[in-house]
């Protein structure tokens, strides 16, 4: 097996981002979506056919934070929107959508004044 035959089968990885342990998956190919998951959502998979028509990248952020996204102070929202958007930079992403499994009203808003210009259409703040 090559090597670059092994990246492709394990494609989660830990990364600090502004100091925060993250855990990052990243399946697929295509259109991007990030779906950001918590310490409630732990056990979160997509399935194979969602990963064929699109890129996911999954960004669990129990290591960095320790609680629920629901459980964050408006500042750490900042901070974890802050962190999202640094996400997006490193992978070079320029159109994406965010999902966020925890229906935070506060994150959504934050998400959007940050990234209005890369996001695919106005409903790219999908929830679950």
């Known amino acids: 097996m090559s090597f670059y035959g092994s990246l ?3 494609n989660s990885i ?6 925060r342990l993250y855990n990052i ?21 997509q399935t194979n056919e969602e990963t064929l028509s699109k890129r996911i990248i999954t960004m ?27 996400l997006a930079d ?3 992403i320029d159109k994406l959508k965010i999902n966020d499994l925890s229906n935070n009203v506060q994150l959504s808003e934050i998400l959007k004044s940050i990234f209005h210009k890369r996001l695919q259409d106005e409903l790219a703040l999908d929830y679950y």
């Open 8 to 10: 492709e089968k394990d």
């Open 14 to 19: 830990n990364i600090y981002i502004n100091d």
């Open 25 to 45: 998956d990243d399946k697929g190919q295509g259109k991007c979506e990030i779906i950001l998951v918590d310490k409630s959502h732990s056990k979160f998979q």
């Open 60 to 86: 669990d952020i129990t290591p960095a934070w320790g609680m629920n996204i629901n459980d964050l102070s408006i500042s750490s929202l900042f901070e974890l929107a802050k962190d999202i958007h640094l």
């Open 90 to 92: 490193i992978y070079w």
